[in-house]
């Protein structure tokens, strides 16, 4: 430790400190963050599978709907084939409206005039009662009609000017107040249905020789043959009344961005501060992160259906008309309304004319069926939000850790993107996008976290033990060095007036009246060095564990009566007065020391005492014995000096320390003293302790009784 100081050993401990942390940091970040990025994959598989699962169920309620004859959007539907010749109700028409597919409000059907048709009320001129419908039932029909009959009207997908027809009218009269429908001016324009008709009569028709075979036939071969007025017969230029669902088309088709629903109020997917530290990292996770590429267009089907001719048949009336065509039916396509509801509907071509049939739904209750329920009932509902988007816009989310917890802004979605894909077709314009708010631990990332605490609280710990023996090395090496220089000091001072009075004494320079003074200061001087070289070898003893104490049971008067003949030529000999102090009960206390011990601990406590009280107002020394409460025997030594600093109480006791620096210090002594006294207390299970008694100091040393 020779030239090491304090400074130098905080910065040598400091770079060893950073040289184990910084890499074993860097390794436990290293695999911290491999097992993040497992886990990150982990869960987007997750997300996969999820969306996979969301996206088949959707396509088989789609699909469900597309199986759909085109006779099923009637009250009435022919049972079995053709030749069977009697009617039942269409499973469209049961009421309350069935829920199989989610958020359902209703089924309906336009008309190339813009007219309304639903399933669930029977033909115009037909009595409800008829077909098993009570008033009170076709009221509530009605009313469910015309709900139907204010959605679409409100996003203006019914004709501007279309008649009421007779239900329509029982309709009105079965509302407790008419619904209006929202009016928009510029569908005022729109032709009439008159001029609709007019516009379809002008458009090319078939050859008049097909049209004089087929007057001939029969009326099922006739409406069969009447079927080969296809898309091609049906003009480009589509019925006015049908137009809105022609924009509807071609805004699912578009890739820009369209108008969304007036309540969507969470922005853009694209204005979302969504990152992805983890998807950044090699080619497949950005191509996981990339919307899904747009499906292939899907086909048209064809199909022969018989419909009743006329809506006055019974259920099962075999007397019932039935007519034959052949339609033609587009897939489904699907729209998000300005009022927030989402319509599926298709193109149907029969007889020379164009049809929408579709069904109107429930946003809310559809995404809540088909995306909410799947999402709630995985892990990722633990740690990643779901957004649902439509062309881009944020509409819906639902949030981690509750299952009632739906987010209201776009705030709350943002995060690290794990994965975003588009359902299939008719619904390619719904996003879903999974954004991370916590991602789970992978399997190790705990044990590692552990060693990771382990390794810093060892290598924290570690350090500071070395700094805090390297700074005692530190101590003890500047404490030896003035122990050196203290004991050269004391030893040289006495054996210098030693040498000087002896060789006044041998040359008879001392007069007779000098001499005795002259030996009693050699004597007192050779005591001192005996004391000092005393301590010394016992010191060097201890430092090799050969320290035995001989323990025997004696009684404190005795200890008191040896400690009075071996201290008082000492105390007198520097000019103080030694009190004795034991009472009668101490006195008898049997207690087990070592004699030598205990009278090496009184010699150099009062040693101490005489040092540090020579300019006290008051020299005196004062040596008790008493028993305290615990009934422990105490022998005390006291003066009357300045005391010890409460700052010093326990670093006196240390080895080498002395109080103050060399060059300072005005009280002689080495620092060894009082570190025997400690020390052979504990040899002989003795305790020692000091406290101020103002004024002076108090040393006690507290022995347990013996029996």
Partial sequence: MT??????????????????????????????????????????GLAEELAARIDAHAAQLVRAEEARSFADYQFLVVAGDASANFVQRSTLSAF?????????????????????????????????????????????????????RAILGENRLLGAREEPTPSA???????????PAARDPALLALPTPDAASAAIAKRPSPAPSRQASTASAPPAERDHDAAASTREAFSAAAPAAQSAFDELERAAGATSEQAVPRDASMGRVDDLKLQAPFGERDARARIAQRPAPEPAPRASRKEQVAVPA??????????????????????????????????????VWRDGQRYIQ??????????????????????????????????????????AASASRYLSSSRELEGA???????????????LVFTVTRLPEGPGARVITWLGVVLALVLCAGTALLYRLGARQIALA??????ISAVSHELRTPLTSIRMYAQMLREGWAGEDKKPGYYAYIHDESERLSRLIANVLQLARMSRDEVEVNLATVSAGELMDLARSRVSSQVHGAGFELRIDCDHNAAAAMVRVDTDAFLQVIINLVDNAVKFSARAPLEVVELSCRTNAQGAVVFSVRDHG???????????????????????????????????????????????????????????VYFPRAG
């Fill in 642 to 700: 300045p005391g010890v600093p409460r700052n010093q109480m326990r670093r006196i006791f240390g080895l080498f320390y002395r109080a103050g620096s060399e060059l300072t210090r005005e009280t002689a002594g080495t620092g060894i003293g009082l570190a025997l006294v400690r020390r052979l207390c504990d040899a002989m299970d003795a305790q020692v302790d000091v406290a101020n008694a103002d004024p002076g100091a108090r040393f006690s």
């Fill in 169 to 179: 009218r029982r309709e009105q009269r079965a509302m407790p107040a008419p619904v």
């Fill in 96 to 148: 309350p409206v069935d829920t199989t597919l989610p958020g359902l409000i209703g089924h309906f059907q336009v008309d190339a005039q813009g007219r309304l048709h639903t399933p669930l009320l029977p033909g115009d001129g037909a009595e409800p009662a008829r077909f098993g419908v009570s008033a009170g039932e076709y009221r509530q029909r009605s009313a469910h009609v015309a709900r139907i």
């Fill in 310 to 347: 006329g809506a006055a048949g019974m259920v099962q009336d075999r007397a019932a008309p039935i007519r034959t065509f052949e339609s033609e039916l587009d897939p489904f396509q699907a729209a998000l309304l300005d009022s927030g509801h989402l319509v599926i509907f298709r193109k």
């Fill in 358 to 399: 579709g069904a109107l739904l429930d946003r809310a209750r559809f995404v809540t069926g088909v995306i909410e329920s799947a999402f709630r009932g995985t892990a990722l509902a633990q740690m990643s939000n779901l957004g649902v988007a439509w062309h881009g816009q944020v509409f819906a989310a639902y949030g």
């Fill in 3 to 44: 030239g090491l100081s304090a400074p130098r050993l905080r910065i040598g401990l400091a770079l060893f400190f950073a040289a184990l942390a910084v890499p074993a940091a860097v390794l436990v970040i290293t695999a911290h963050d491999r097992l993040k990025w497992e886990a990150f994959h982990q869960y987007r």
């Fill in 478 to 483: 500047q404490q030896q060095r003035d122990f």
């Fill in 417 to 431: 993107l794990l994965y975003r894909t588009r359902l299939s077709a008719p619904l390619a314009q719904m996003d």
